[in-house]
């Protein structure tokens, strides 16, 4: 498949300027377990980042309405296996999922894992709220690759990780300095990653964010 082709059933990738590399995402008003939070004072949603004036521009709504269409075509494994095996850096080669927008159902984590097991040399991270949807995954005999790592958000500010096991890690967000396991240093460097990688790690079992 050619990148054009892939790029008119999936659309483009993002490049959000934190992290490494390239990411997708959809558009935060179709978060299915988000879009109830964002209603839920002291949520980690209330106040949405994804939600704020930027997310709002005429093109961006464009591409997040392409890349939503896009999760049920039948190609749709093909062409971000293609996007994505082309635009990973293959000497830093991480991926993140939705930098906005979540999971859509059970179907697309199984796609996303696919994607995943396709391209082995490329880490993978996950952050979804849709805990529900993971376990059933799971329960149904759905297998994580160990490539990509699916961390579980906690849906309260300040509120303790959600219960995970096996393959799957967590992240937290702190308002009061807090910090449960690992603590996300970008804040102080920049708002940026910089070298570090811990949300891609399965190792790191938990994230602490602090609140914006
Ligand atoms: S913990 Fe590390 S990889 Fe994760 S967002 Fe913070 S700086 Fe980036």
Redesign the pocket.
């Known amino acids: 498949m050619r990148i054009g082709e892939a790029e008119a059933i999936v659309g483009t990738l993002g490049r959000p300027s934190?992290?490494p590399g390239y990411s997708t995402s959809t558009s935060a008003t179709e978060c299915k377990l988000g879009s109830l939070l964002r209603k839920v004072r002291g949520s980690v949603c209330e106040g949405c980042y994804a939600m704020g004036a930027n997310y709002q521009y005429p093109s961006v709504k464009i591409a997040h309405a392409r890349r939503l269409d896009g999760l049920r075509n039948p190609e749709w494994v093909d062409a971000m296996v293609t996007l994505i095996g082309r635009r990973v850096d293959p000497t830093d080669p991480y991926f993140r999922w939705h930098d906005s927008g979540d999971l859509q159902g059970v179907w697309h984590l199984a796609n996303i894992c696919e994607v995943a097991r396709q391209t082995p040399d490329v880490r993978h991270w996950l952050p979804t709220r849709e805990k529900a949807m993971v376990k059933s995954f799971l329960r149904a005999g759905g297998v994580i690759p160990g490539n990509l790592t699916v961390r579980l958000s906690a849906p309260m500010v300040d509120g303790a990780a959600p219960k995970a096991s096996g393959p799957l890690a967590t992240s937290t967000v702190s308002s009061d300095g807090v910090t449960i396991g690992?603590g996300?240093?970008?804040q102080e460097?920049g708002n940026?990653?910089?070298d570090?990688?811990?949300?891609?790690s399965r190792d790191i079992e938990n994230?602490t964010?602090r609140k914006h």
Request: aromatic letters at 18%; glycine letters at 6%.
């Open positions: 934190k992290m690992y996300c240093p970008a460097q940026s990653c910089g570090c990688r811990a949300c891609w994230v964010y």
